[in-house]
């Protein structure tokens, strides 16, 4: 112990002794010395006793000197296990962290996430929630009275009807997006497709791309499971999930409802054969003219 307290005493000595003959005040470089309270006050210790053989009253200077340097020593070791007990305040470290959080913190990334956690706005104003479909398959599909694709809504409906008893629920949802195919308000949409005998749930007029895009929509084309194609591009694009809220299927505009290629793929869903496939859609119109070419 004895010599361990005398190497701290040496090193503090030699680390001081130049400064202190310098005549800058201590309060000015003391702290800068050593990051150790310990050492700091040794080195405190040590330019009051060089100090003191400097000065005509060494005596008086000393003690003086010995009293502030004291204090000065209790206050180095206590600030810091107070700051410890009560809470230092935040270093400019912390503080960066704070201000710029990891990626993955500033994003959550929720791959867990299913159809049921969506709502789809409803005619009435209300939002409909997609767990009210749990445990139905869902086909979702983006509808447009003046499409050239309009032809397929008859199709839909005796889809609805040939497949309601196995579980599968048609969800409509009418866009003025693309070609400005579904004009006028989501009180005369609704007696539209009423009166065109439509008998599965058409929801209110929606944006499915750009900065208002609804959620679900999101989840739909860019979520972790969704199919190759983006964004939808075009009327009558449709999606289909499973029982679990998942996606499995894309189905572009130009594939009917009553097309074997429809028919295969709802039938292969419904009894756990489908494989998923790419999906590729084109924008416009005439998306089965720009796939045969």
Known sequence: MKTEFSLAISTGLSHTTSIANSHVPVDHWLAGVTPEPFLTCVAAVSIVHIRSKQVQNPLGNLTRAISVTGLFCLLTLLVPATMLAFGAPPTPATQDKAKHPPASAEKPVHTDKTAYDYNLPGA???DVPLSNFKGKYILVVNLARNSSYEAQLPALVKLSDTY???GLVIIGVPSNEFGASEPGTDAEIQKAYADAKVDFPVMA???LTGEEEIPFYIYLTRSKNAPSGGDVHWN???FILDKNG???????????PDSSEMLSTVDEILDGT???HKTSEKKGENTSDDDDQ
């Open 205 to 207: 007029v929606s944006k």
């Open 164 to 166: 309601k008893s196995k």
């Open 236 to 238: 009558f694009t449709k």
């Open 246 to 256: 998942t996606i499995v299927a894309r189905l572009n505009p130009d594939v009917a």
């Open 274 to 276: 489908f494989k998923p």
């Open 124 to 126: 009435d104003g209300k």
